[in-house]
């Protein structure tokens, strides 16, 4: 099996499971215990929390543990509007993942904010002064993520915050982590969401980093955890093991990024060289170093995935989140692609783990997979 879709999930990395083990078992204090064994938790967490926030070029305190990407989206959206908002007013783009477009749709129903949706080109990028037109006096937020998780478009963020000063700032960076650069000062947002399970720490962690001045509405009530920002039992050993991938991640990002940015470069090259139908989706090359999604009119993207399955070689449609739906994607038909098109994409995610022969035996398989559905008129 060769396994491209990184960007739904990726393996856990032996380091950062050998760091969370002993959290599951000798260590598995409650870190808001007070004896020694619960001591010993809130230790490893406040370790954690301090190697994320230098991962991040932040504050300890403005990091909060969360239960993954989703749950990042949720507190830093509402977290923030509800929080002290200047306005009603949101501003945010029609390609963003589900937990960020779902979050503004609840705020907008529910307590009656305007969201404002920023136009993209045909390659999924939002034009910084198409934002500084959207901003009102009573703007409350703007959330453009890093990098889209199905096209793997990369966002100018320094350049669309530094049009919204004043104005907070949220990016969803799941995409991004281990690929791009996380700093918080050089992106100069107030506000990004990664999840674990994206960078070689297993499902069910997260962070997000809230800016220390901003006043937060917490979603989740109880205990007070989290500095009052999330209430809920930590998760020890996820935190442990995300912050040891954050870590080795930014650690390795550089080189990681050249080489799976060459592998990608000739796949995407030998695809469209291949392949007649294919055509590329997202930006030509400010796109992540793994991700190469493509469009194949004429056929169907599930039947071409199940044929390349038969193949050995695991992809997606696009986002894991909306799989098994019947509509076609909404970041596709926001760049300007019918719905039709829409149905026919297909997303491969490189990893780091990736090898050039996977590559080209991938390119090979995705020409044999795309000739064999044409040929049934799929």
């Not at 969360?66 to 929080?83: C, F, M, P, Y």
């Not at 098109?341 to 996977?358: E, I, P």
Request: proline share 5%; hydrophobic share 45%; charged share 15%.
């Amino acid at each position: 099996m060769i396994y491209l879709d990184n960007a739904a999930t990726t393996p856990v990395r032996r380091e950062a499971l050998e760091a969370m083990w002993p959290h599951l078992t000798s260590g598995f204090g409650n870190p808001s215990s007070h004896h020694q064994v619960g001591e010993a938790a809130a230790a490893a967490l406040l370790e954690a929390r301090r190697s994320v926030a230098a991962s991040l070029g932040c504050r300890p305190g403005e990091v909060t543990f969360t239960s993954g990407g989703t749950e990042s989206d949720n507190l830093a959206i509402k977290g923030v509007a509800l929080g002290a908002p200047r306005g009603r007013h949101i501003v945010t783009t029609p390609i963003e993942h589900e937990a960020v477009l779902d979050s503004c749709d609840y705020l907008r129903r529910l307590h009656g904010f305007e969201i404002t949706l920023l136009p993209v080109d045909a390659a999924g990028r939002v034009d910084p002064a198409d934002l500084a037109r959207a901003l009102r006096s009573d703007t409350t937020l703007v959330s453009v993520h890093y990098a889209n998780n199905e096209v793997g478009t990369v966002q100018p963020v320094a350049e669309l915050a530094a049009v919204a000063q004043g104005v907070p700032f949220h990016t969803d960076a799941v995409q991004a982590g281990g690929w791009l650069d996380l700093n918080v000062t050089t992106l100069g947002v107030d506000a990004l969401s990664l999840s674990g399970h994206k960078l070689g720490a297993p499902p069910g962690i997260g962070a997000v980093f809230l800016r220390g001045r901003l006043p937060i509405e917490p979603l989740l009530h109880g205990g007070g955890q989290e500095r009052g920002k999330r209430s809920g039992t930590e998760n020890v050993a996820g935190a442990v093991a995300l912050a040891v991938a954050l870590r080795l991640a930014g650690e390795e990002r550089v080189l990681a990024a050249a080489r799976t940015s060459t592998l990608r470069d000739e796949f995407i090259s030998t695809v469209l060289r291949d392949t007649p139908s294919a055509r590329l989706t997202g930006h030509a090359t400010e796109r992540l170093p793994g991700t190469a999604s493509f469009v194949f009119p004429g056929t169907s993207g599930e039947a071409v995935l199940l044929e390349l399955e038969q193949h050995g070689i695991v992809c997606s449609s696009g986002s894991a989140c909306a799989a098994g739906s019947s509509e076609p994607s909404h970041v596709l038909t926001a760049m300007g692609l019918t719905a039709e098109v829409a149905h026919t994409a297909v997303r491969f995610a490189l990893g780091v783990g990736t090898s050039a022969a996977d590559a080209v035996e991938a390119a090979a398989s995705v020409r044999a997979a795309v000739a064999a559905v044409a040929s049934l008129g799929a």
